[in-house]
């Protein structure tokens, strides 16, 4: 079975710095990487994902993630935030085989704080 | 807007009673999930349908739970005898499969909030 870790539950940053939120999973077969966003009392909206080729992907918002596999990592980062990316990152994967049920397997999220 | 609706937004109920939610996928999505997520925590995977079909139940899913999608389109989740347990919010989302290729991106709902007191 796979999993995620998010490493930090909370992030607080000052408006316009980079901030880097830390995703690892773990997975004995090939998986399919996602970087979903939750505002308060929403759903969760796809900032970015990696299904193959190149390691660096860009999303929405101006947020970038790069898949390691030999870290088996997958940060996600912005170069330089705004108040309005304040809200909760999950990081999620999904294993990659014939007939998968493609069910996501969620980490317990990064809190980010943007203060001005 | 053709996103993915669910209904009520919120509900607040007495332990014990019985609570239905719906969902509306995005229409032409053959895939339905449902997870749940408790408060601090990221969603879990409850079930999914491939069209009419349910396909798999997580453990999560006790007898007391029991989700529908019986025309391939909205789908229902019951939770019968609620319990303070149960209190989470209910989320759905949506995926269009197909043999051949897969859409790994899920559409989510704004999700069911279920307060049981």
């Known amino acids: 079975a796979q999993s995620v870790t998010q490493l930090d539950s909370q992030v607080p940053v000052f408006e316009e710095a980079p901030v880097e939120l830390r995703c690892n999973y773990s997975s004995s077969v090939s998986v399919y990487l996602f970087w979903y966003v939750q505002y308060p009392n929403q759903g969760l909206q796809l900032l970015l994902k990696?299904?193959?080729?190149?390691?660096l992907v860009k999303g929405i918002n101006g947020f970038e993630a790069e898949f390691n596999k030999s870290q088996t990592s997958f940060h996600l980062r912005k170069p330089s935030v705004h108040i309005s990316d304040t809200a909760e990152y999950f990081c999620?994967?999904?294993?990659?085989?014939?007939?998968?049920?493609?069910?996501?397997?969620f980490g317990k999220g990064t809190l980010l704080t943007v203060n001005p | 807007d053709t996103g993915v609706s669910q209904d009520p937004r919120h509900k607040i109920t007495k332990r014990g009673q019985n609570v239905t939610f719906r969902c509306d996928p995005i229409s032409e999505h053959n895939r339905l999930y449902w997870y749940r997520q408790t408060l601090g925590q990221g969603p879990e995977f409850l079930t999914y349908?491939?069209?009419?079909?349910?396909?798999?139940k997580s453990r999560l899913l006790s007898d007391r739970f029991s989700a529908e999608r019986p025309k391939g389109s909205f789908s229902t989740l019951e939770i019968q005898r609620t319990e303070q347990g149960d209190s989470a919010m209910y989320l759905c989302?949506?995926?269009?499969?197909?043999?051949?290729?897969?859409?790994?991106?899920?559409?989510f709902g704004p999700g069911t909030r279920l307060t049981v007191t």
């Open positions: 349908f491939q069209n009419e079909a349910q396909l798999e």
């Open positions: 989302a949506s995926s269009l499969v197909y043999t051949g290729l897969a859409a790994y991106e899920q559409y």
């Open positions: 990696y299904l193959s080729g190149s390691t």
């Open positions: 999620a994967v999904t294993v990659m085989f014939r007939g998968s049920n493609y069910k996501l397997t």
